[in-house]
């Protein structure tokens, strides 16, 4: 494998992994909103007493070589998880390339056909104000 597929030549983070044109990592889980999480376990860890580990979930990460654009994020993991899916993810981006394997998971994330939206239901007041309004207009 030479440098690829491995820390290169001891310059890379632990379990950091190389490809051409990027690097497979394993990060903590960020979800949605930093603060809500934060918050979230704050207010969980005093409940659910040491026993509990809501830090323990990571996702997989491509980043360009640079390390200054994520190309790639999945999640969340357990670790197990996460170390067999990156291997698979490894696995798939060593024998297609990198711009290959994104155009592959962003076809299978992509949705085919009708799309459909919610459209908000106006209120009954809404109803009795705009005849009010039409009446005396």
Do not use: C
């Not at 030549?9 to 949605?32: C, F, K, L, Q, S």
């Not at 659910?48 to 190309?71: C, F, H, N, Q």
């Not at 993810?89 to 962003?106: D, K, P, T, Y």
């Amino acid at each position: 494998m030479g440098q690829y597929g491995s820390v290169a030549n001891g310059t890379g983070e632990p379990g950091e992994v190389r490809v051409p044109g990027a690097v497979i990592t394993i990060d903590p889980y960020r979800g949605r909103n930093r603060v809500l999480a934060w918050l979230w376990i704050t207010v969980q860890v005093p409940v659910r007493g040491g026993a509990w580990s809501p830090l323990d979930k990571v996702d997989i990460v491509i980043w360009d070589e640079s390390k200054r654009t994520v190309l790639f994020r999945e999640g969340p993991h357990s670790a197990r998880e996460a170390a067999r899916r990156k291997a698979e993810v490894l696995a798939e981006v060593e024998a297609e390339g990198v711009g290959e394997f994104l155009r592959s998971q962003q076809v299978a994330e992509s949705r085919i056909g009708p799309v459909s939206v919610q459209v908000p239901r106006a209120s009954p007041t809404r109803y009795v104000v705009a005849s009010i309004r039409r009446w005396f207009s």
